[in-house]
T-cell receptor, first 112, second 113 residues
């Protein structure tokens, strides 16, 4: 069976510090991978998606970047965090456009 | 642009009641619609996926229907239990922008014992 891991679960970082959130999927190959952000009281906003190694698409301009160094690894990064980067970050995967999506347990990021 | 709306934003019911959660979307050209459950501070758990060619899907006490022509889906929960308390989100996947799921803002359900 497939599983998705996301870490860390919580993170408190000062403004201006770097960020690295990691997501890995097990039990599948060549998944479509996604990073979403969920702000308090708001819906999920797609940040990045990837259909393969090294292939990253960005949905919104922002202070964040993503990378996919391996088939089942997706990393969300920032060089300098802003207060507005605080939120709940969720990684997700699915095989294709017409298939079920599965989410990780999320990372609660607080920028102070 | 696809928009997804969930009404009501919050719902409180006594244990044992049957209930319906609503989801509407503006563009009927979708691949599928998926219902999720989110517990506080946790990730999303997939409940049901309905393909555009399907009318409904069932899993245990849950039944989801899809009326693509009217842009509506409902999630029916039978014999609700306190453990069903959570936020329920619907999301659609459509051609063109089908790399992503477009989410509603969710319905926060509280089942009172």
């Amino acid at each position: 069976s497939q599983t998705i891991h996301q870490w860390p679960a919580t993170l408190v970082q000062p403004v201006g510090s770097p960020l690295s959130l990691e997501c890995t999927v097990e039990g599948t190959s060549n998944p479509n991978l996604y990073w979403y952000r969920q702000a308090a009281g708001r819906g999920l906003q797609l940040l990045f998606y990837s259909v393969g190694i090294g292939q990253i698409s960005s949905e919104v301009p922002q202070n964040l970047s993503a990378s996919r160094p391996q088939d089942r690894q997706f990393i969300l990064s920032s060089k300098k965090l802003l207060l507005s980067d605080s939120g709940f970050y969720l990684c997700a995967w699915r095989w294709g456009l017409n298939t079920e999506a599965f989410f990780g347990q999320g990372t609660r990021l607080t920028v102070v | 642009k696809q928009e997804v709306t969930q009404i009501p934003a919050a719902l409180s019911v006594p244990e044992g009641e049957n209930l319906v959660l609503n989801c509407s979307f503006t563009d009927s050209a979708i691949y599928n619609l998926q219902w999720f459950r989110q517990d506080p501070g946790k990730g999303l758990t997939s409940l049901l996926l309905i393909q555009s060619s399907q009318r409904e899907q069932t899993s245990g006490r849950l039944n989801a229907s899809l009326d693509k022509s009217s842009g509506r889906s409902t999630l029916y929960i039978a014999a609700s239990q306190p453990g069903d308390s959570a936020t329920y989100l619907c999301a659609v996947s459509k051609p063109g922008s089908a790399r992503q799921l477009t989410f509603g803002s969710g319905t926060q359900l509280t089942v009172l014992p």
